[in-house]
């Protein structure tokens, strides 16, 4: 190395930054690395030492100036050559196409009246908009978007992210505009650490993104590993050749050496648009990146520049936002609901907002415990989440926001339905820890009836059509059923009378119960609602204790001890002293004989259902997400038949976890133990 003539070192070290570059372009941008990190280590190790030993020949654009800043004292404001806009947004298909119809009224008297109107829908990354400004090929600038005319000056911290080219692969002159991004998984490993240093952690990768870009130190900046998307040139020298359209743009932002997303999509008409929209709006949890929306662009820059600007956003696009998972508004009262085991759940009653495509009334608030973590009183702001189908619950609540005229929430002392004693469960003899939720003690709460026949007639129970919560509720007003067994007694004739009910409901509700009295064990147990026995625990029962009818289960399971119980692997302790309970209690096996006399039936499975020889023989699965050749339902069923078991949550004895759409927490734990994780293509292969 130090017998390098002048000549020899300047031309290894432009070599070197060449190379260097390149190799940064193939992992960073292209997702494709050639060499291993020490590799890449040892060829910057050489070059830091060339640079050194020969500092007139270092590169302007040299790789080891991206973590070559100084901590700043703070951060100076610059003006932006180019206004930085937003975007208006639009949250459903009506308000997309009523700004359609008003581009085209404007397009329809202009000199681009005969362009061709269609579009560019593009991924909304969530992050930080930065603006990048190169001189002959070379980045000079980088700033944050600011009020969209004054920025800050944040070019050594965007220097320190890898995708950003410090060099572009041809000498021009332009800025681009783009996002600033965290991904999902340092975002998981920076809270870890922050959490190890006592540090507060950051909500979400957006807020870490923003938080790392003004960070005034760029070496705690490179530690963060930031990536970026560059999505549009807002500037060039030559304008001349700036391209006619947003999609040759994107092509041509990549050609120059950006990260671009390779998501977009060319659209013909706004019909194409909603259909990507709804596309990704399944798919947005599997990227790496947060997603919340779609921006939409009139892909004819002749079109884009007759549109213009109203005063605050650009006219030729829209942000098509995504259902907010998030809301905030006010608890107006909270109310008690009792379940079918007793427990007593109190519900936050909301003014009505909409979050996740829906509009929220009411919200659950757990139990007393998370009401008093929470500090929540009736009269708070709050700020509920909901995702998909996932019941709304409150998880923060805004006490700035208060008046003082909010009033504190007392649990009773008794049930709201039938004055029933409340009290806690110990749920831990040697430590008399308590439960988390209150419980009636009357076991002839109207409440819990209900609930338990609501629960008998579910679809993973009886699955008796017609017979919903509502009729179900009209039927014990009446007096026409007080347990589960009642169902099986009704006649046509009960029935017709009744509001709601005609003839022929009459008789389809009645030919329903008739067709459900035949049932599968695995049902059957799942139906009786014992306390601690799922879906799962049910399943694992019938596939262990082989019985023929309901005559031998009436028999046969009160004579099952607990140890026995447990020797069921899947059974644990709650589960058999549930168990063990409920089948020595005369009421129940009463209910159970009265179900036989009424003609209901348990039935042996059709062989297809019986456990194959397969690859899942023993191995447990967990499920997460949206699933799109089959129900979920469907999927276990899949699962049981070729002899794996399901389980509800994620451990390290989980075998596989198999994801649809916007999987959930289970997804990320999976991820965490190094748990394989499956998609429907992978399990049908394994099937």
């Not at 923003?210 to 998307?229: E, H, N, T, W």
């Not at 019909?271 to 990507?276: C, G, S, T």
């Not at 009636?440 to 579910?458: P, T």
């Not at 692997?569 to 309970?581: F, T, V, Y």
């Amino acid at each position: 190395m130090h017998n390098l003539s002048q000549k020899e070192a300047q031309i290894r070290i432009e070599k070197l930054s060449q190379e260097i570059d390149r190799l940064r372009y193939q992992y960073h941008v292209l997702d494709n690395p050639e060499m291993t990190d020490e590799v890449y280590s040892s060829l910057m190790g050489e070059l830091r030492e060339l640079e050194g030993k020969f500092p007139k020949f270092k590169l302007a654009y040299s790789p080891t100036q991206r973590v070559g800043g100084k901590p700043l004292d703070k951060f100076v404001k610059v003006k932006h050559t180019v206004r930085q806009w937003s975007f208006d947004d639009v949250f459903d298909f009506t308000e997309l196409k009523k700004w359609e119809e008003k581009i085209v009224k404007i397009q329809a008297k202009s000199n681009a009246a005969k362009e061709e109107l269609d579009y560019c829908a593009e991924l909304k990354i969530d992050g930080l908009k930065v603006v990048l400004t190169y001189e002959k090929g070379i980045f000079i600038q980088g700033a944050t978007r600011g009020d969209g005319v004054i920025g800050e000056n944040v070019t050594e911290n965007l220097k320190t992210i890898q995708s950003i080219p410090l060099k572009l692969n041809q000498p021009i002159s332009c800025i681009v505009v783009g996002e600033c991004f965290l991904s999902k998984k340092e975002l998981e490993r920076i809270n870890k650490d922050r959490k190890k240093n006592g540090e507060p952690l950051f909500a979400n990768s957006r807020n870490a993104a923003a938080g790392s870009i003004r960070q005034l130190d760029p070496q705690i900046v490179a530690g963060r590993k930031l990536d970026s998307f560059i999505y549009d040139l807002e500037y060039m020298e030559d304008r001349n050749k700036i391209p006619s359209k947003q999609t040759e743009e994107l092509e041509f932002l990549k050609k120059l050496g950006f990260k671009t997303n390779p998501d977009y999509k060319y659209c013909r008409n706004i019909a194409k648009v909603d259909e990507y929209y709804q596309e990704w709006t399944q798919k947005k949890e599997r990227e790496d990146y947060g997603i919340d929306g779609v921006v939409i662009k009139v892909n004819s820059r002749k079109i884009q520049e007759t549109l213009g600007y109203t005063g605050k956003a650009p006219r030729f696009g829209v942000a098509y936002k995504f259902p907010a998972e998030k809301a905030t508004t006010v608890v107006e009262d909270i109310q008690l609901q009792v379940g079918r085991t007793g427990a007593i759940t109190p519900v936050a009653k909301l003014r009505p907002v909409r979050v996740a495509g829906s509009l929220v009334g009411k919200a659950t608030l757990h139990n007393a415990d998370e009401i008093n973590r929470l500090g929540l009183k009736i009269g708070d702001t709050v700020v509920i989440h909901k995702a998909g189908d996932v019941i709304p619950e409150v998880v923060e609540v805004l006490k700035n926001l208060r008046t003082g005229r909010e009033k504190k929430f007392q649990m009773p002392n008794v049930c709201p339905i039938c004055g029933g004693h409340l009290t806690r469960e110990i749920i831990n003899q040697k430590t008399q820890k308590e439960s988390a939720n209150y419980y009636c003690l009357n076991k002839n709460c109207l409440a819990i009836k209900e609930e338990e026949i609501i629960h008998f007639v579910s679809k993973k129970g009886f699955n008796i059509e017609g017979l919903g919560e509502k009729i179900v509720e009209q039927l014990i007003n009446e007096g026409l059923i007080k347990q589960v067994a009642d169902i099986f007694a009704l006649q046509k004739s009960d029935l017709e009378p009744l509001e709601r009910f005609a003839e022929k409901s009459a008789d389809n509700l009645i030919k329903s119960i008739e067709k459900s009295k035949k049932i599968e064990l695995a049902k059957f147990l799942f139906a009786l609602g014992i306390r601690h026995l799922g879906e799962e625990g049910s399943v694992l029962i019938s596939r262990n204790i082989k019985i023929k009818n309901l005559e031998e289960l009436i028999k046969i399971f009160p004579e099952i001890k607990k140890e026995n119980w447990l020797t069921i692997k899947g059974i644990g302790d709650k589960m058999a002293e549930s168990l063990l309970e409920w089948f020595d209690n005369k009421e129940n096996l009463q209910i159970l004989k009265k179900m036989q006399e009424l003609g209901v039936q348990i039935i042996i499975p059709n062989t297809k259902y019986q456990i194959q020889n397969t690859k899942l023989q023993g191995k447990t699965f967990v499920l997460t997400g949206e699933l799109n050749d089959f129900t979920r339902d469907e999927a276990k069923d899949m699962i049981r038949q070729g002899g794996g078991d399901i389980s509800s949550s994620v451990s390290a004895k989980t075998d596989y976890v198999l994801a649809g759409d916007n999987p959930g927490s289970k997804y990320d734990k999976a991820k965490e133990l190094g748990v394989k994780i499956i998609n429907e293509k992978e399990f049908k292969k394994m099937l």
